[in-house]
């Protein structure tokens, strides 16, 4: 980042400037919310839901390449590792908000909540419906505790696709909402970091590169996602009746062909311990230059499974 | 001051700007000792632009005129400070829709719903050594002083009171949230700058108001 440093203040809306010049079709970016920056889908759809995700800029894709047809109607950031400001949130959702209302949907971080929390008080005064669902994926933060002290980290990809289908369905705010709290509840994350030298595998490592919980040395590939996988069920625990997906999300230094290849061994471990449903494998958040992946399951029952059926939905450099 | 109209209320807005910017160097040095040392620069940098936005504008009604303020707070300060005082002359507007001017039972309204509002958004309770440990007090000397009367001037510097014993207050505590429970024991001794800027911001409106 520091190639760019003296242009901290400018770096988002400059990044999402250049994404609505070079993707004119999909997106086009707002200005006025400096150094926050919106990036909206080019096509408006006012009759539905608007959905509006959010967080610290300088990652990717998520979060602005999950804009567009089949995923969110827009994205807010604020400068890199730091959340959006209220503003630029309250300005998003004046742009795209219709009469169904407008949901923000968000990863659980302080800053994060009080900026989306103070956009719907804003909104609201303005005559808008407004509901937040917050994800707390990450099962690596606060172990032990209860899960609204649990970080977000890619489990929102899943509630993305689900909100875009719901909303597109002609769902009330309301059922959207409820929807995705009901997915919400059921998904689990873990980060297994690798350092490929001496094949040594640590296990919950945060998004800020915050210490793991355990590590195993010496560890094979299947080895690795063995216990990837025997750690997530074990947290998320699959009741009867529920079908578990799976995303596997390789960081910055993982290959396209190794990430490939470790999720043939996820998915197979996966497949011994539960009722398996579909997996899906992409580069959708890389934070820090960490080989290995993060590991997510979504345990759907009757409800949600229609949701995560079907085509892969298509975003910027993944599917979904 | 009985009743507050609009004009005065752009006075009181004003001239608390005006203070809060005089206190940057002082909220800078305890923050420096007991936070990030960003507090100062913040308040400083979001009450310049709430003085330059009511410079530059009129208002039709004191919910007006206390939206723009908040949102000129949140838009400028941006980070955890920028939201709570934003939250603060935002949360209570609800109490003063349709008003053209406030005496000290609807000030204590709006300002009482804005200080429900940082509780209810921001998670401190009471002791954690943040500016809610000046807002409670703040709001109980209010609720207090209008058994006596409900001129607004007297309101106000009712919660200037309570803001200053709790600033006081804040002194012996030791900080549970945010950046400066790093700091534990060293802040000891030390007040809350949070809470000294609800004090200042209560001060200098209560200054006007009290004319």
Same mark, same amino acid.
């Given at each position: 980042?520091? *190639?760019?440093?003296?242009?901290?203040?400018?770096?988002?809306?400059? *990044?999402?400037?250049?994404?609505?010049?070079?993707?004119?079709?999909? *997106?086009?970016?707002?200005?006025? %919310?400096?150094?926050?920056?919106?990036?909206?889908?080019?096509?408006?759809?006012?009759?539905?839901?608007?959905?509006?995700?959010?967080?610290?800029? %300088?990652?990717?894709?998520?979060?602005?390449?999950?804009?567009?047809?089949?995923?969110?109607?827009?994205?807010?950031?604020?400068?890199?590792?730091?959340?959006?400001?209220?503003?630029?949130?309250?300005? +998003?959702?004046?742009? /795209?908000?219709?009469?169904?209302?407008?949901?923000?949907?968000?990863?659980?971080?302080?800053?994060?909540?009080?900026?989306?929390?103070?956009?719907?008080?804003?909104?609201?005064?303005?005559?808008?419906?407004?509901?937040?669902?917050?994800?707390?994926?990450?099962?690596?933060?606060? /172990?032990?505790?209860?899960?609204?002290?649990?970080?977000?980290?890619?489990?929102?990809?899943?509630?993305?696709?689900?909100?875009?289908?719901?909303? +597109?369905?002609?769902?009330?705010?309301?059922?959207?909402?409820?929807?995705?709290?009901? +997915?919400?509840?059921?998904?689990?994350?873990?980060?297994?970091?690798?350092?490929?030298?001496?094949?040594?595998?640590?296990?919950?490592?945060?998004?800020?590169?915050?210490?793991?919980?355990?590590?195993?040395?010496?560890?094979?590939?299947?080895?690795?996602?063995?216990?990837?996988?025997?750690?997530?069920?074990?947290?998320?625990?699959?009741?009867?009746?529920?079908?578990?997906?799976?995303?596997?999300?390789?960081?910055?230094?993982?290959?396209?062909?190794?990430?490939?290849?470790?999720?043939?061994?996820?998915?197979?471990?996966?497949?011994?311990?539960?009722?398996?449903?579909?997996?899906?494998?992409?580069?959708?958040?890389?934070?820090?230059?960490?080989?290995?992946?993060?590991?997510?399951?979504?345990?759907?029952?009757?409800?949600?499974?229609?949701?995560?059926?079907?085509?892969?939905?298509?975003?910027?450099?993944?599917?979904? | 001051?009985?009743?507050?109209?609009?004009?005065?209320? !752009?006075?009181?807005?004003?001239?608390?700007?005006?203070?809060?910017?005089?206190?940057?160097?002082?909220?800078?040095?305890?923050?420096?000792?007991?936070?990030?040392?960003?507090?100062?620069?913040?308040?400083?940098?979001?009450?310049?632009?709430?003085?330059?936005?009511?410079?530059?504008?009129?208002?039709?009604?004191?919910?007006?005129?206390?939206?723009?303020?908040?949102?000129?707070?949140?838009?400028?300060?941006?980070?955890?400070?920028?939201?709570?005082?934003?939250?603060?002359?935002?949360?209570?507007?609800?109490?003063?829709?349709?008003?053209?001017?406030?005496?000290?039972?609807?000030?204590?309204?709006?300002?009482?719903?804005?200080?429900?509002?940082?509780?209810?958004?921001?998670?401190?309770?009471?002791?954690?050594?943040?500016?809610?440990?000046?807002?409670?007090?703040?709001?109980?000397?209010?609720?207090?002083?209008?058994?006596?009367?409900?001129?607004?001037?007297?309101?106000?510097?009712?919660?200037?009171?309570?803001?200053?014993?709790?600033?006081?207050?804040?002194?012996?505590?030791?900080?549970?949230?945010?950046?400066?429970?790093?700091?534990?024991?060293?802040?000891?001794?030390?007040?809350?700058?949070?809470?000294?800027?609800?004090?200042?911001?209560?001060?200098?409106?209560?200054?006007?108001?009290? !004319?």
């Amino acid at each position: 980042m520091h *190639w760019f440093g003296e242009t901290r203040d400018n770096y988002c809306p400059a *990044w999402f400037d250049a994404m609505a010049q070079a993707f004119p079709e999909r *997106w086009r970016a707002m200005k006025g %919310s400096e150094p926050s920056a919106v990036l909206l889908k080019r096509a408006p759809t006012p009759e539905r839901v608007a959905v509006i995700i959010s967080g610290g800029g %300088s990652n990717g894709p998520f979060i602005p390449g999950f804009v567009g047809e089949g995923l969110a109607d827009a994205a807010v950031v604020g400068p890199p590792y730091t959340a959006p400001s209220a503003y630029a949130l309250y300005e +998003a959702g004046k742009a /795209i908000g219709g009469e169904k209302g407008v949901l923000l949907l968000y990863n659980n971080f302080m800053g994060d909540y009080l900026n989306n929390d103070m956009a719907d008080e804003l909104l609201r005064l303005d005559g808008y419906r407004v509901a937040q669902v917050l994800c707390c994926d990450d099962m690596g933060t606060a /172990i032990g505790e209860s899960r609204e002290n649990r970080g977000g980290r890619i489990a929102i990809a899943y509630l993305i696709r689900i909100a875009a289908r719901a909303a +597109a369905e002609g769902k009330s705010l309301d059922e959207v909402a409820g929807l995705l709290r009901k +997915a919400e509840a059921r998904t689990s994350t873990l980060c297994v970091s690798v350092d490929p030298l001496d094949d040594r595998v640590t296990f919950g490592k945060g998004i800020s590169d915050e210490p793991g919980f355990k590590t195993l040395e010496k560890a094979t590939v299947a080895g690795a996602a063995e216990e990837t996988v025997r750690l997530l069920v074990e947290d998320v625990k699959p009741r009867p009746g529920e079908k578990v997906h799976m995303l596997v999300n390789r960081l910055r230094l993982t290959s396209y062909s190794d990430s490939f290849v470790m999720a043939g061994y996820l998915n197979d471990a996966l497949k011994r311990r539960c009722d398996a449903a579909q997996m899906r494998v992409g580069g959708y958040m890389q934070v820090t230059d960490t080989y290995g992946y993060t590991v997510t399951l979504l345990c759907a029952d009757d409800e949600i499974a229609p949701y995560l059926a079907g085509e892969p939905t298509c975003g910027d450099g993944f599917l979904l | 001051m009985n009743r507050a109209d609009i004009s005065a209320l !752009k006075r009181a807005m004003i001239t608390a700007a005006d203070d809060i910017v005089a206190a940057e160097p002082e909220l800078t040095r305890i923050d420096m000792v007991i936070g990030d040392g960003d507090h100062g620069i913040g308040m400083k940098t979001g009450f310049t632009a709430l003085k330059r936005e009511l410079l530059a504008n009129d208002y039709e009604s004191p919910y007006a005129l206390f939206h723009a303020c908040g949102l000129c707070l949140v838009k400028s300060m941006g980070g955890s400070s920028g939201v709570l005082f934003g939250t603060l002359l935002i949360g209570g507007l609800e109490a003063i829709r349709g008003l053209d001017s406030l005496d000290g039972t609807e000030m204590c309204a709006f300002l009482g719903g804005g200080i429900d509002a940082v509780i209810r958004r921001g998670k401190a309770k009471p002791g954690y050594k943040t500016m809610v440990d000046a807002l409670l007090p703040a709001k109980a000397h209010m609720e207090q002083m209008l058994r006596d009367t409900t001129a607004v001037g007297p309101i106000m510097r009712a919660a200037e009171a309570g803001a200053l014993g709790g600033v006081e207050a804040t002194k012996s505590m030791l900080p549970r949230l945010g950046r400066s429970k790093n700091f534990r024991e060293n802040a000891i001794g030390w007040p809350d700058p949070g809470a000294i800027s609800v004090s200042v911001l209560f001060g200098g409106m209560a200054k006007e108001l009290s !004319k």
